[in-house]
DNA sequence: AATAGCGACTTTACCGGTTCAGCACGTGGC
DNA sequence: GCCACGTGCTGAACCGGTAAAGTCGCTATT
C-alpha cells in the first residue's frame, strides 16, 4: 500500500491544456452560460483526455451544493439484517441517487437522540445536502429540528407524524382495512394482530385502523392486538400466547406487521400442532421474497419497496431543489392471497 | 424549507473568541504539540461555548485524512434485502467507524466494472480514505485496481483470492469440513450441498473442501454440488432436484451456503412430504436469527457477523495507517446443531 | 555580551474548486 | 468617429481548514 503517490489531476491542469483559465472550466462544467461552443468542447476533449472530475470535496467547500443524502436508521443492528425491507429501500433510493452521481451516507444509530446529533452535525457540517427520516414516532423532535436547521429532509411516514415536513408514505389504513376485509370475507370472525414497536407512529395508524375496522364490520367479531418489537422472536411469543386459548376461543386469523414475524409464526403454529391455514390463517406485511419460501407460502400485503425508495429520493431532491412542502402517497399495499389463508 | 440560513460558525470565529489565531485553534484540535494548557483550554471552552466542530469537508481539502470509508457491493438488491448477512456485516462495520466519527459511504453497484469505476472516482475525488471490497472472484481485477491507485483497502475473503491485499476472512475450508464430517458422525453417507454463486471465490473454496471431504472419508459415501445465486428460489428449486430422486438414491443430509436457501430447502421438503430431520436433514450457514424461527429451527454453521464487520473496520484503519498488508483470519464458524439434523 | 535554542504562537501559502467584478474586443447606432 | 453595449474570457477573492515557515521573548551556553 506504499504504492504510487497518485498523480492527482486539477481543475488547473484541464484548464492549462485548454489553454483556458479555470474559470472558464468551472463554467463549462457547470454549463452556464458565457462561454463560447468551441471553447467549451475544448475544455471537455481536455479534461476527457486527463481523465479529469471536479472534486466534490472542493465543489462543497466552494459553497455550491453537496452531492451526499443522509439516512441515519435507528434500530437494532440485529433487527435491521433481518428487515428485507431496509435494503430493499435503500436500493430504492440508490437507484435514484446514482442517477445524480449523489451518494448514499449511511449511519446505523442507537437512539433517537443521537440520530439528531448526528442530523445537525452533518448539516452544519456540509455533510449532507439533504438527509432521509424514517421510523417517525408520537411527538417526534426531528421536524422541528429540521426546520430549525433549515435542513432539506423527506419524511418517511404518514403526513400526521411527519409535522409538517415533505413525506412520502403508504396508506396504511386503508391497507389494514383490506386485510380484514378479506379474512372476514374468507368468514373468519376472531382475528389477531402482531403489530411492531408501539412507539413507532405507522403502527399505532395500523392499531386504530385494525380496531375500527374490526369493529366497523361486525360488532360481535373479535380483535386482539399484541405489540411486538418487529422481531421474529417476539412475533413467535406473541403466536404462542395467542394460539394457546381454547380452539373455540382463539383467533382463527393472524395478521402480521411484517413478513419475518409471520414466518415465526408459521413456525409457532407447526410447532403447536395446528394447521395453516386450516386451522389458523396466517397473512404477512410487506411481502419479499421470504413470503414464497416458506411452506405453505405466505400470504401478503405487498408493496414496492424498492419504488417507495426511489419515489422518497425523488422528493427529496425536489426539496433540496426549493419545492414546496407536500404529501406524496405511494400506491397502498395490496392483498397478495397465498397459501397461508383461507376460511376458517 | 425556506427557514434559517443556517449561521455557520467557522474556525475563525473561535479563534477570534479564544483570542488567538486559526492556526492555533487548529493546532489544539488536532491535539498537536505546541501549545501551552491553558491556551488549549480556552480554545476548547471557546468552540465548546460556539458549538464548532471542524468541517470534515475542508479537513479533506486541506489534504489531511478523509473521514469516510467506502464499500461498494456488487448484487442485486433483491438478493441483498434478503442476506441478513449484509445489514449484520455493515452494523459491525459501523460499530468502529463510530468511534473514530467516520462515516460509512454505501453503494450498490450492478457490475464489477462499475466497482472498479467507483474505486478509481472516489479515490481520485478523496470521498473515502479507504475501502472495503467483497465478494471476491477468481482473477478479481480490484487488487491490481486498488494497487496502482495507492487506495487504501481491505479484502474481505480468503488470501489466495484478494492477490497480496491485507484480507480478513473466515476459514471456509475448514468449517465445510465440520460440517460434513458432523453429519458424517451422524450416519449420513450421501451429502448434497447447495453452493452460492459459483463466480464467487469463497464458493469455489467451499466447493473443493466439500469434495475433499467427502472423499477423504469415505470412498463410497456421495457428494452432489449445485451451484445457485444465493436465492430462496435457487435454493428451493436445487432442493427440489436433489430431493426428486427414489428414497435409496437421493441425499439424506443437505448443506447450504446461507440461511435464506436453507429455510426454502425446509419449505420444499415439506411440500415434498418430507420429514425434517427424519427423511432429510438440512444444515444452513451464517445462522441469522432466521435459523431459529423455522419449525423446526435450523441446524447451523454460525459465526459472528457482527463481530466480523468491526474486524474488518478496525483493520482498515490500520491499512490507511500504513500497516503492512496482511492476513487477519476471524474465528471459523462453528457448528450449531439444533432441530433439522439427526441420523439418517 | 553575544549567541544558540526552545516554547508558544502567528503568518502565510496552499487544497481544488466557485463566483463575480472587470477587461478587451467587436458591433451597431447616430 | 465616438460611445454604449453585449460577448467571451480572465484574475482574484473566497470557502474552512492544515502545515510549514517565521517571529518573538526568554533562558541556558560559551
Redesign the interface.
Known sequence: ??????P??TIKDVAARAGVSKGAVSLAFNRKPGLSEATRDRIFRAARELGW?P????R??AGSRVD?VGLAVCRP??L?????????F???V??VL?ERSC??????VRSPDEEVGLME?W?????VGGSILVDFRADDPRPAVA????L?VVAVGHPSLTGGL?SVWTDDATAVTEAVRYLAALGHRRIARVGGAAALGHTSIRTTAFDETVRALEPAARAWQVATDF???A??RATRSLLAAAPGERPTAIVYDND?MA??G???A??MGLRVPDDVSLLAWDD???C????PTLSAMSHD??GFGAEVARTLFG?IA?E??GSHPVPTPVLTPRGSTAPP
Chains 1, 2 share one sequence.
Open positions: 500500500m506504499t504504492a504510487t503517490p497518485a492527482r489531476v472530475a472534486s466534490p470535496t472542493a462543497t467547500l451526499v443492528a440485529r435491521l439484517g433481518l428487515e428485507p425491507f431496509y435494503m430493499e435503500v436500493s430504492g440508490e437507484s446514482v451518494a448514499l451516507l449511511l449511519r446505523l452535525s448539516w452544519r457540517g456540509r455533510q426546520g430549525r436547521l433549515g432539506p415533505t422481531s421474529g422472536d412475533g413467535a419475518i414466518v415465526a408459521l413456525s409457532v407447526a410447532e419479499s421474497q421470504l414464497r419460501l416458506t411452506h419497496v424498492h426539496v426549493g414546496d412542502p
